[in-house]
């Protein structure tokens, strides 16, 4: 039963049990092998324990009434499920698993310590778990300064507890917890240029690894959609960012998100982050309102953060903020709930009999998106913005926005460890194609494709070594990338170290003639391989294979 009064003697089971797990995670390695995580988690958690014992030793009373809500446990399996599909795929999600159990922790005791001092009474539900899920969906802080997740969780439970105001007669929170302290946090992140300091962008890119994430997270999202009236949020929210993402198109021939139509983190978040009933309108119509400004304000917000980005400088990379677009307007709409109620209201399509709270019409409203999803879900799976060449071509005409968006879409493949992507990029930074010339940060992005098994990476990275651009002239590591790129099938790669071998590197290669003929052989075969298999190129270095010696 809701509100149902528990024991005394629970409020201390569940506290001492809570401490229990939270100080017992400790032992584990990904806790104490780091010390700043190690700190933060037992610093919480002797700050918490203090709080416990001065409200204890205080004779305050506290009374424990049970809370346990569909749409919690619905919403936690939900999460769960997220994150166990996500992490199939990226398998830090399950090496963080830990710190999610001590942020659970976390929220419990600190939750339960400031209602029991504002107001002598603990709801116990599992309404805290899609909190913590939910904010850690988009973002994490690095090791290094885990300290601030958790005042980041306290800042959601706070708001819930402090921001508060009276709506259709009754006193309830007014900003998604989540959500609020997502946009604070991303508010403080980007004027401060500490982005780099989280995993947002990691999420970001990394949720879309899984191959059928957007249907896995549509399905999950039916669940809370056919029980609850939020169907209608979700489905304007999406045709907004469709719409808007056309309209950028016709007017500039360019995709907005560049290689799908919504981005898998948005569909997220239109999907659990910002349809919070508690939250959000209650009229229909205002669902709908609601829902259609959160998707436009992506798009516009996608443009203005593109604007706040930063080019690589020296071996540091891009800096980009755009996937913070689906977080800073949902405090703002929260706000804005009464004005679109209110204009809901006067819409009035409940007189039409047009009401979520009736389940066929509920139903019949879920019916309609999952055909809309599926008439474009190849647009959000199979974008034409996927391909290379779409970008590469319109950047070669001097459109800048094409060279950023591809430049964008390389480094977003490249963190996916797409390391032919990191190739690629590094050669637009090595030649300036669309992008500042930065040697330093192409030497890195071709390591790290070299790294990944592309040989011609090695060989890219083997002739700026030779030729000390982008770090210090060493013709013995360029010797050595030039013999794994050659191992690798790349025949420029046998071809440089044949040169080098010949004497054409210096630098303390010794000559060796005999190994210079054997590369010889090798190149010349690699590409007569790459020119029968079309290879223009490789028939072309074929030909004029004779008498070449200077690495390429």
Same mark, same amino acid.
């Given at each position: ?11 201390? %089971? &569940? ?191 990394? &949720?879309? %690894? ?214 690629? &990029? ?56 030039? &013999? ?67 690495? %390429?």
């Amino acid at each position: 039963r809701p509100d149902e009064p528990l024991s005394s003697k629970f409020a201390h %089971r &569940l506290s001492l049990g809570l401490f229990a797990l939270m100080f017992g995670l400790c032992v584990l390695p990904r806790v104490h092998g780091h010390p700043v995580v190690l700190g933060s988690v037992v610093g919480a958690g002797g700050l918490l324990a203090a709080w416990h014992l001065y409200l204890h030793k205080s004779g305050r009373p506290l009374s424990v009434l049970k809370n346990v809500k569909k749409p919690h446990y619905i919403q936690m399996f939900c999460h769960a499920m997220i994150y166990a599909y996500w992490g199939w795929e990226w398998r830090h999600v399950y090496d963080y698993v830990p710190l999610l159990l001590a942020q659970i922790c976390f929220a419990y005791l600190f939750d339960m310590a400031l209602t029991w001092h504002r107001h002598g009474k603990f709801f116990a539900g599992f309404g805290h778990i899609p909190i913590v899920l939910s904010t850690n969906l988009f973002i994490w802080f690095k090791d290094e300064v885990y300290f601030w997740q958790l005042p980041m969780l306290a800042l959601a439970f706070l708001s819930k507890d402090l921001l508060q105001w009276n709506r259709d007669g009754v006193r309830r929170h007014i900003f998604n917890p989540s959500g609020f302290a997502l946009a604070v946090a991303a508010l403080i992140l980007i004027p401060t240029q500490s982005a780099h300091l989280t995993w947002a962008e990691e999420i970001a890119t990394t &949720l879309a %690894r899984p191959d059928h994430i957007f249907v896995w997270i549509f399905g999950l999202g039916l669940l809370v959609q056919m029980a609850f009236p939020v169907v209608l949020m979700s489905l304007s929210a999406f045709v907004a960012c469709l719409l808007f993402g056309a309209m950028h198109f016709n007017e500039t021939g360019l995709y907005v998100f560049v290689d799908t139509a919504i981005p898998i983190a948005v569909f997220l978040g239109l999907t659990f982050l910002f349809t919070d009933p508690a939250t959000s309108p209650s009229s229909t119509a205002g669902k709908l309102i609601f829902g259609f400004l959160y998707g436009a304000a992506v798009v516009l917000e996608f443009k203005w953060l593109q604007t706040l980005g930063r080019p690589a400088i020296g071996a540091h990379a891009v800096v980009n903020l755009t996937y913070f677009d689906k977080l800073l307007q949902v405090p703002v709409l929260n706000l804005l709930v009464p004005l679109i109620d209110r204009l809901g209201r006067f819409i009035d399509t409940e007189r039409f009999g047009f009401d979520l709270n009736v389940p066929r019409v509920r139903y019949a409203s879920v019916g309609v998106y999952a055909l809309v999803f599926a008439a474009t879900l190849p647009s959000l799976t199979a974008h034409p913005g996927r391909d290379a060449n779409f970008w590469a071509e319109r950047c070669e005409r001097g459109t800048k926005q094409a060279c950023l968006s591809l430049s964008a879409m390389l480094g977003g493949a490249c963190q996916n460890e797409t390391f032919a992507a990191c190739d690629t &990029l590094g050669t637009m930074y090595e030649d300036g194609a669309g992008v500042p010339v930065n040697e330093s940060y192409a030497a890195v992005l071709h390591e790290r494709a070299c790294l990944g098994a592309v040989a011609k990476a090695c060989t890219n990275l083997g002739v700026m070594m030779l030729e000390g651009r982008g770090g210090p002239r060493d013709a013995t590591k360029a010797a050595g990338l030039f &013999l794994r790129a050659c191992d690798g099938g790349d025949g420029d790669g046998c071809q440089n170290a044949r040169s080098v071998y010949l004497g054409g590197g210096g630098g303390g290669v010794e000559v060796d003639l005999g190994r210079a003929r054997e590369l010889e052989v090798k190149a010349h075969a690699l590409y007569a391989q790459a020119c029968d298999s079309g290879e223009r190129e490789a028939c072309e270095r074929k030909q004029a294979f004779e008498g070449l010696a200077s690495p %390429r």
